[in-house]
């Protein structure tokens, strides 16, 4: 039996308003953080921001970084 490979991080994204004024989020598994950015870029252009959390065995759900469409992942990995 193959196991799973999970990703390395997991991201909340808050990418629009809705209509009553609550945020809508949205939650992403990923492993490479300028593929995401680009990913949301293309996919949801009006991102405000995400938070990420490591997804590992030991410390999952550990906040990581927060990151912004000002202030962006520098590079692929934390």
Not at 43 to 51: L, P
Not at 62 to 69: C, F, G, H, I, V
Request: net charge positive; aromatic share 16%; proline share 3%.
């Amino acid at each position: 039996m193959k196991k799973k490979i999970s990703k390395k991080y997991i991201a909340i994204v808050k990418v629009a308003d809705n209509p009553d004024g609550s945020a809508r989020c949205l939650k992403y598994r990923f492993n490479d953080l300028l593929k995401f950015t680009a990913f949301l870029d293309k996919d949801w252009s009006t991102w405000r921001w995400f938070n990420v959390y490591d997804n590992r065995r030991f410390s999952q759900g550990e906040q990581l970084a927060s990151y912004t469409n000002k202030h962006r992942p520098l590079a692929s990995r934390l």
